[in-house]
């Protein structure tokens, strides 16, 4: 069964901080980069932050380096996204996504399996 399930976001000020978590329940959660994509209303699903199978390696998008830091757990088959310095527009839906790859990737359409999302909204 795969299944990713998406914790953490809501309703933060400018300036505030968030964390995300998405738990997967597979065995093979090691064998996969993990990435967070969010999409907000009338665009299409971008990149934010990927990581490596073993965590060695991280990419992210310019709009969020240095402000958001992706992280994974293999024991506990979670990744997390820690998010600062929140900004009106990082407003978005936040997907937490697998890829059965050794390394890291960028594109949103390469993922193999979705979360459902969890919303982040970032007030002014």
């Known amino acids: 069964q795969v299944q990713l399930v998406e914790s953490g976001g809501g309703l933060v000020q400018a300036g505030g901080s968030l964390r995300l978590s998405c738990a997967d329940s597979?065995?093979?959660?090691?064998?996969?980069?993990m990435g967070w994509f969010r999409q907000a209303p009338g665009k299409e699903r971008e990149f934010v932050a990927t990581?490596?199978?073993?965590?060695?390696?991280?990419a992210y998008a310019d709009s969020v380096k240095g402000r958001f830091t992706i992280s994974r757990d293999n024991a506990k088959n979670t990744v997390y996204l820690q998010m600062n310095s929140l900004k009106p527009e990082d407003t978005a839906v936040y997907y937490c996504?697998?890829?059965?790859?050794?390394?890291?990737?960028?594109?949103?359409?390469?993922?193999?399996?979705w979360g459902q999302g969890t919303q982040v909204t970032v007030s002014s």
């Open positions: 597979r065995r093979t959660f090691s064998s996969y980069a």
């Open positions: 996504a697998a890829k059965r790859t050794s390394a890291i990737y960028y594109q949103a359409s390469s993922s193999d399996y």
């Open positions: 990581i490596s199978r073993s965590g060695g390696s991280t």
